[in-house]
């Protein structure tokens, strides 16, 4: 059987191209079953309250630059979405005079405009974020080494070399409404993928890289960083990829409920926990990373219940 075209942009891939059978059971779980989908290497979180996720959300920085060392360089990559995180994180530096001096800190991801990547005087520049939310608050004695803090850039060469020597104790990410982590997005439903998205074992391969954003995507990014004025969104960006990710010794990502929905986040929690892979879904693709832990807040995981408001 054919694989059903995407009901949002039949040009591409996206998760509702998958069997309906799948979007049945996810749509089906409660808060319950979520937590109950946890199994070796991949486990659920619930929070009740905002302040509690993101206060663990920071102290993953902190638990993993603590074990950094000049002979053992220990690293984290973060997300701009969610971004509550980060001026916590700066604090809890500050407050417990934690030395950043051996520590590291990829971004997962930039805007690509006019062939480069974007500069930090772009208002939407994901480093600007970063070194405004945390790093610029950080006390300048503890403050982490420019040459230890990495940004994707067009050419991704420095960056993938990066990552070479230094442990990535953990990745972080939220989860967008295309379903992806960082900016790996669906593919166009074209050419050699005009009948069935990538493999996963070829999507896996990919490393850090320019990529077209798929329309919901831009959508999101309207809505959420622009006022829902699609035309200030740029159409393609840099993406940590997934060669990348798994190197991470740990992928954390982050429900706090703004940036997908009810839906998405059961979708993706029920692939992953049952081992059903499909780049059409790309963070079902962690299934087969070793150690994923997805936390939610309780709150926004609500119902698929159809109603009107």
Known sequence: MPRPMSTIAPGWWDYTTLDSEILRDAARLTADDLLHLSRPGFTVAIYDTLEELFLAEALEYINAWRQATADNPVGICGPIGPTEQLPLVA????????????AHFWGMDEWYLDGREVGSDHPLSFARADCELCFDRIRPQLAMPPENLHFPQADPGAYEASWQGVRCAVMQGGQGEVKHWAFNDPVRREGAYRDAPPSP?????????????????LIQNARTSGGGNIPLVPTHAITVGPVQ?????????????????????RLTTLMIAKGIADSSVPMSLLADHSQVQFHFY????????????
């Open 298 to 309: 309780r709150a926004a995981i609500g119902t698929c219940e159809t109603e009107m408001h």
């Open 245 to 265: 990710t798994w190197q991470a010794e740990k992928v954390s990502i982050w429900h706090p409920g703004h940036h997908d929905n009810p839906f998405g986040m």
């Open 201 to 217: 074992d070829e999507y896996r391969k990919l490393g850090t890289r320019v990529v077209e954003l798929h329309p919901l995507t």
């Open 91 to 102: 604090r809890l530096v500050n407050d417990l005079d934690i030395s950043l001096r051996d």
